[in-house]
């Protein structure tokens, strides 16, 4: 017969749990290189790690525009054979990701690299997790599941998404008008290389609104349900980097010192949602971007400071860290005070750099609203916000943005 625990079993159990519920994990690319200049690197590096035979999946205005030039010149001097998948312009849809991952099978290659904007590193890297053998729709619920794939490379052109050092990828289903957003360890690249200089021709506008996914990116981290100390560092760091420099890189795209921070900012901010995960505003954004076909980065400035709002009431001494981050002078405010100024000036980001705060002329049906909020709260962003929110909260958001539908 078992015998009963004792009083002093019972509370060492209760202690060992409450350790175990302080444990976190953090993820972040192998390696991990960063400099202007460092995508001439790419061949020696590939060499060295015994890669024979790279496939790119790359922007097309990054190819025309010869941005590639350099790494393919490296590759050809290190003996690297390279072959270039052109995706198609916009936001990378599951058919394109088919069609690149039989490319890459015919190719022979060995070795997939992500040359671009978020759009084609996120097709690099559903590539690689179908080439484990695992629909998108389904690796989320393998995370613990060792999946193994082909080498999977990261080079940026744009200084928002921090895709090349993220266990995310976020693809546009078959419809047209659904998100599926991914995450899995081998979703990681294994190599990421960030080299600031590729981003100095991106006109003002894309500037502005891959900074502001980078922005969003690291507000959503250091209010997650999920922050430690690791990740609201680096997240704390990042809004930092992006609210002193994202004007100046949009407004002055040849500068060099802002266009580098922001590099850094969106990694930084990668690193940490990585690991901590995104809130509400992503879960909505994701919804509105497949449903009206706006950049990503677009679609969280429109809904990045009503979720603040938000979530203000459950973490006001976060919001106020923010807003310190963010440059406010936080002298004889309350901290309910200081916490709304962070998205006070979060709004005058949005303006000063010229994106837009709601979409008028964008009616959605009653029908539709309820859609969106049911998909919203489903995405997997939406599970780390740090504010439970009902169906009835997300459609009240959603109109704030579609003064039509109000």
Same mark, same amino acid.
């Given at each position: ?18 350790r175990m519920g302080q444990w976190y994990e953090f993820?972040?690319?192998?390696q991990f290189i960063v400099g202007d200049g460092v ?33 393919? /010149? ?12 052109? %995706? ?139 922050? %430690? ?16 420099? #994202? ?19 969106? %990694? ?64 004889? #405010? ?12 979060? /709004? ?20 539709? #609203? ?10 997997? %962003? ?25």
């Amino acid at each position: 017969m078992n015998q009963a625990p004792s009083a002093a079993d019972i509370v060492a159990g209760a202690v060992e749990q409450a350790r175990m519920g302080q444990w976190y994990e953090f993820r972040t690319a192998p390696q991990f290189i960063v400099g202007d200049g460092v995508s001439a690197r790419l061949g020696e590096i590939l060499a060295g790690r015994g890669v024979g035979h790279a496939f790119f999946a790359a922007d097309p205005a990054v190819v025309s525009l010869g941005l590639m030039d350099t790494a393919l /010149r490296s590759l050809r001097l290190s003996g690297v054979a390279a072959t270039i998948f052109e %995706c198609l312009p916009g936001e990378p849809t599951i058919q394109m990701v088919e069609e690149a991952s039989a490319s890459f099978k015919a190719a022979g290659a060995g070795f997939i690299v992500g040359f671009g904007g978020g759009s084609a590193l996120d097709t690099a890297k559903a590539m690689a997790a179908l080439a484990s053998g695992v629909r998108l729709e389904e690796i989320g619920a393998l995370a613990g599941r060792h999946l193994p794939r082909p080498g999977l490379a990261a080079v940026p052109t744009t200084a928002g998404t921090g895709s090349e050092v993220t266990a995310f990828t976020v693809i546009t289903d078959a419809s047209g008008r659904h998100k599926i957003a991914a995450r899995h360890p081998c979703i990681m690249p294994d190599l990421a290389l960030v080299d600031p200089r590729l981003t100095h021709g991106l006109p003002p506008r894309m500037t502005a609104i891959t900074g502001l996914d980078a922005l969003t990116h690291a507000i959503e981290a250091y209010v997650s349900k999920e922050a %430690c100390t690791i990740t609201q560092a680096l997240a704390h760091r990042a809004v930092m980097l992006a609210f002193r420099n #994202l004007p100046i890189a949009a407004g002055s795209g040849d500068d060099g010192q802002a266009r580098y921070a922001m590099a850094i900012a969106s %990694c930084m901010a990668g690193m940490a949602f990585s690991t901590a995960g995104l809130g509400l505003c992503h879960a909505m954004a994701h919804q509105l971007g497949a449903r009206y076909h706006l950049p990503h980065g677009a679609a969280n400035a429109l809904m990045l400071p009503h979720v603040m709002e938000f979530n203000l009431m459950v973490k006001p001494a976060e919001f106020g860290e923010i807003a310190r981050a963010m440059g406010v002078s936080l002298s004889g #405010l309350s901290e309910r005070e200081a916490a709304e100024a962070s998205v006070a000036a979060c /709004r005058r980001l949005i303006r000063d750099v010229g994106l837009e705060t709601d979409l008028p002329g964008k009616r959605e049906t009653e029908a539709g #609203l309820l859609a969106m909020a049911d998909e919203a709260l489903t995405d997997i %962003c939406a599970a780390t916000n740090p504010r439970a929110a009902s169906r009835e909260d997300v459609i009240r958001l959603y109109r704030a943005v579609l003064p039509e539908s109000r």
